[in-house]
């Protein structure tokens, strides 16, 4: 029985020391900059810089590959911010992205909505909650307002209305409250 028992400890610390040895030398590294850039940018998710995401974008931007003006949700702020943090000169936002317009929120009129689920499916932040043939609802916590859920929707029964902002609710990242240092809100 100990024989078994220290069988067992010699080979879990054997495969612990080569687990150990393995995460040490096969350690992917990620883009420190693209990290910071992703924090900038407005986690909506919605597309209008032409990427499928703020993390694609970010990296792109990174990357040399996209302009730092092609996000209208994060409109002049964030625009200010990207150019601070890579030192490059502000420049207005590109027209083809679309314009930047007050933060919305999606809001459902639950008596005209069917439970089609395609808002469901188009929401790229798992925002609306639902099910087929029932009245779906949007979390507003999680709503990002980057209008994506309204295009599918057949009966028009998604509102995009405008939030009021409060400093403590502040959902969107709002760029001068970012440490990228220590990669906190403050």
């Known amino acids: 029985m100990l024989i078994a028992i220290a069988a067992i400890t010699?080979?879990?610390?054997?495969?612990?020391?080569?687990?150990?040895?393995a995460s040490i030398r096969?350690?992917?590294?990620?883009?420190?900059?693209?990290?910071?850039?992703?924090k900038l940018l407005p986690q909506t998710q919605c597309g209008q810089c032409t990427y499928a995401g703020c993390r694609?974008?970010?990296?792109?931007?990174?990357?040399?590959?996209?302009?730092?003006?092609?996000?209208?949700?994060?409109g002049e702020t964030t625009i200010q911010a990207l150019a601070d943090l890579l030192e490059l000169e502000v420049k207005p936002l590109?027209?083809?992205?679309?314009?930047?317009?007050?933060?919305?929120?999606?809001?459902?009129?639950?008596?005209?909505?069917i439970g089609c689920t395609l808002c469901i499916q188009a929401c790229p932040v798992d925002a609306?909650?639902?099910?087929?043939?029932?009245?779906?609802?949007?979390?507003?916590?999680?709503?990002?307002?980057?209008?994506?859920?309204?295009?599918?929707c057949?009966?028009?029964?998604?509102?995009?209305?405008?939030?009021q902002l409060n400093p403590n609710t502040w959902r969107w990242p709002d760029p001068s409250h970012i440490d990228l240092k220590l990669g906190e809100s403050s």
């Open 154 to 163: 057949p009966v028009d029964c998604i509102d995009m209305v405008e939030t």
């Open 94 to 113: 590109d027209d083809e992205c679309g314009v930047e317009k007050p933060k919305t929120l999606a809001v459902i009129d639950e008596d005209r909505c």
């Open 128 to 152: 609306i909650l639902g099910a087929a043939k029932q009245m779906h609802t949007v979390i507003t916590d999680e709503c990002t307002g980057c209008e994506l859920c309204v295009a599918p």
């Open 26 to 38: 096969f350690k992917v590294e990620g883009d420190p900059i693209a990290d910071q850039i992703d």
């Open 56 to 74: 694609p974008y970010a990296e792109a931007i990174a990357a040399g590959e996209a302009d730092i003006n092609r996000c209208p949700p994060g």
């Open 10 to 21: 010699v080979m879990a610390l054997v495969f612990g020391l080569l687990l150990g040895f």
